[in-house]
């Protein structure tokens, strides 16, 4: 029996894990930065990496030349390749085993996004990222919905938990959202995982509940109480678990509610700083994992409370990133880009807050020429930002001002 | 807050947005329009339309729970506005 590997619907493609298979081992090399549009692609060159058990780095493929430039990554690195062994892949139970091989030596690098000046690359090992991953028939006959970037954390581990149970992935992170209910019934999806933003967006568009789906997954954004009552009429037989997990870290936790349970034992691995910061220690972290610690104590930026019984609750983060339905901008990055405009000289990016993704991005401009058509130079910013920065950083909201009052930190701004 | 006024407020948001997606902008407003299915509007469009109606009236069109017809657009902000 040939299981799909993969459903495609946004680019007609379907896939079955022989074809996988094949194509792995027809793969001869491998770029050490992996770059691809087509999510099959970066499924095949994550893969083929892992068996090789070298190092690779991923990136977003939206990224424009200025952003992976602020990323530190040359047109050389991008074109290094890596030669590869020949592998053969005859069939499922030697797959595992040679991706237990593989993970031995396996690294990949994937990118968070700084508080200033550059995002930074963070390694992960097998061991970290499927930290969380559950093997076994228990699992074998799920049925993935994949609603995450491919090239983001929480998109590697549902990648890896669907992998190693040769789990069918049905891809809808860039489907139209009309069609995802129709996709979830069609191809009687039993798992999703995804950010809030995207539940609330969709959870309109069902007529109907999908009874199939056992399992709601949530991460990537603070938990929202309201939507859990909104979840559990469109998936009655659904159990909803909410996932605390970063770039950084992978997954740390988990909970079927708002609120996290350290598990048992664990903890002493836990603590609050003195401005309400969740710390970790590195050995709950395991290894490998290559993070920048204070001491032995990894800090996660986010800020939280103990509950009455001693669970933890989330406040806030800490710092100036702004989440925007579950994607992290860093705004000192939008202003830059704003003020290489011709005409900009000065620009303030903010968070509005809104029921739907959380944030919206509003940006302050001060134009140099006061007598200049406001509207053309909307169109004139926009255009520019749409080749400079991805979707989600691009403010939402402009606002043409004489002068922009204080910086994030209260400070006049200077030029 | 009249009525008519509020008619152009919410035109005047929804065609914003579709300017910034490339879209023709409506020249009346159809109480039948579906946000997402006939306009196309996304998460991050439904959220620039809340805010943008919000810094006219007040009004958070989404604090009830999420809606997506435009009549349903106008009752929020008649009701609480």
Known sequence: MD?????????????????????LENKKCLNKIIKASNPYDVFLLVTRSLLAGVTVDLIDSD???????????????????????????????????????????????LYTSGTTGRPKKVYHTFHTLARNVKIGSKYADNIWAFAYNPAHVAGVQVFFQALMNQNPIV??????????????????VTNISATPTFYRTILPLFEKPVETIYRVTLGGEKFDPGLEGELRKVFPNAKIVNIYASTEAGTLLSTDGEFFS????????FKIAEDGELLVHKEYLGESTDVILDGEWYHTGDIVEFTEDGRIKFVGRKNEMINVGGYKVNPNEVEEEIKKINGVLDAYVYARKNQLTGNILVAEVVLKDK????????????????????????????????????TRTGKKVRQ | M??????????????????KKGKQPLIE?????SLRNDLGFDSLDLAELTVR???????????????????????????SG
Not at chain 2, 4 to 18: F, G, R, S, T, W
Not at chain 2, 55 to 63: H, K, L
């Open chain 1, 371 to 406: 007598e200049l058509n406001l509207q053309e130079m909307e169109k004139i910013i926009y255009e520019n930002l749409r080749t400079s920065l991805q979707n989600w950083k691009i403010p939402r909201i402009i606002k043409f001002v004489d002068e922009i009052k204080l």
């Open chain 2, 29 to 33: 407003l159809d109480e039948n329009l």
């Open chain 1, 262 to 269: 350290i598990p048992a034992g664990k903890e002493r691995y």
């Open chain 1, 3 to 23: 299981k799909i590997f993969l459903i495609d619907l946004e680019r007609s493609l379907v896939k079955t894990y022989s074809e996988f298979f094949r194509d």
């Open chain 2, 53 to 79: 109606i919000e810094d006219e009236t007040g009004v958070d069109i989404f604090e009830h729970g999420v809606i997506d017809k435009i009549s349903e657009v106008l009752e929020r902000v008649k009701i």
């Open chain 1, 171 to 188: 891809f809808v992170f860039d489907l139209e959202k009309q069609k995802i209910p129709f996709a979830l019934e069609k191809y009687k």
């Open chain 2, 2 to 19: 009249g009525v008519e006024d509020v008619k152009e407020i919410v035109l005047k948001a929804v065609n914003k947005v579709l300017e």
């Open chain 1, 63 to 109: 990224l424009s030349d200025s952003e992976i430039v602020r990323l530190g990554i040359t047109d050389r690195d991008l074109s290094e390749k890596l030669e590869l062994e020949r592998i053969r892949i005859p069939d499922f139970e030697i797959f595992k085993e040679s991706v237990l091989l593989g993970s031995k030596t396996w690294k990949i690098g």
